[in-house]
């Protein structure tokens, strides 16, 4: 688990990791230049418990150096990523690893949800999340994987090792690896199961959630794999009509019959995705409720796109 400037979320982090049930493992920290006192904290922690555990200073920059310097120094053969605003059911790791023995998988993606929070920002997040999980997780038991969350993934430490997660990027670790994995026909399984899942923080404000958004749209053009840009064009293109429908109808009248039509048909496909996963990821939505989110997400998606041409966009305290 990569961390930087993390000291707030690292207890809760630690806490829950005492928690598993599995007895094999071990747990390697790699501090990616944190300003924090996070590294002696964990340090402090950990101690306290019969964790196993090692905490590294990455190796260069970036959260790929210190994923790929974790690996180097693992005792296993089979490694999971997670990040440091995570929490976990205590099966987690049993799960997740017998699993993964029992499919013969080459890498293995895991359930995330982002946890419940007061507020509209994380509200919106948490079903934003849902959707892009439980899309990336029915992609992939129909065995074509189109998205994955680096916050739960499994695999064999020297494909991880010798993957292609191009450092030069600065982000989508994950999605790099998938596309790997895909190229060299290896085996990409999904466990829909709820000891699997991993759930994580929403994010504040709404400038740190276009920031999150802009830096995983960045790193789209960097993708070759057909399926994933398939999606990414429709889901896109989309949104894209939608407000070009709604904003055209003040200029002709035929336009808002287009939005209407358009408008509904995809209502009612994400709600159908949604309630279909709600169980599986811990959320109860209302049609009403999705109308309300549907209307507000061709303004979202596209000022996602249109962030980076405005705003620099940053990590922490990286520029990207």
Not at 8 to 14: D, G
Not at 48 to 56: H, P, Q, R, V
Not at 65 to 71: F, N, P, S, T, W
Request: net charge positive; hydrophobic share 45%.
């Amino acid at each position: 688990m990569p961390f930087k400037d993390e000291a707030q979320n690292l207890p809760e982090f630690i806490q829950s990791l005492t928690k598993q049930n599995y007895e094999h493992w071990e747990l390697i920290l790699v501090d990616d230049h944190s300003t924090d006192d996070g590294a002696k904290l964990a340090a402090s922690l950990l101690k306290e418990t019969n964790i196993d555990f090692l905490i590294a200073d990455a190796f260069g920059s970036g959260k790929k150096a210190a994923l790929i310097h974790g690996a180097y120094h693992s005792q296993y053969s089979t490694i999971i990523t997670t990040d440091a605003d995570c929490t976990f059911h205590e099966n987690w790791l049993s799960t997740m690893t017998n699993y993964f023995y029992k499919s013969k998988s080459d890498l293995l993606i895991g359930p995330v949800s982002i946890k419940k929070a007061n507020g509209y920002i994380q509200r919106f997040q948490q079903i934003d999340f849902a959707a892009l999980q439980i899309t990336g997780g029915a992609a992939a038991l129909n065995g074509k994987a189109i998205m994955c969350n680096g916050a739960n993934l499994m695999c064999n430490r020297e494909q991880y090792q010798i993957a292609q997660l191009k450092p030069e990027i600065a982000s989508g670790d994950d999605m790099f690896l998938l596309e790997w994995m895909k190229r060299q026909k290896k085996k990409v399984s999904y466990l829909k199961s709820s000891s699997a899942l991993v759930q994580t923080k929403a994010l504040p404000s709404l400038i740190e959630l276009l920031q999150q958004r802009a830096r995983w749209a960045t790193k789209a053009k960097h993708f070759s794999d057909k399926q994933i840009l398939f999606t990414g064009f429709i889901v896109a293109l989309t949104n894209f009509l939608i407000a070009v429908f709604l904003i055209g109808g003040f200029w002709y009248p035929v336009f808002y019959q287009l939005f209407g039509i358009t408008f509904f048909i995809k209502s009612i496909c994400d709600y159908m995705l949604l309630k279909a996963g709600s169980h599986d990821f811990n959320f109860r939505i209302s049609l009403f409720e999705l109308i309300y989110w549907q209307i507000h997400y061709p303004i979202y998606v596209l000022t996602v796109l249109l962030t980076p041409l405005f705003h620099p966009i940053k990590w922490k305290s990286r520029s990207i």
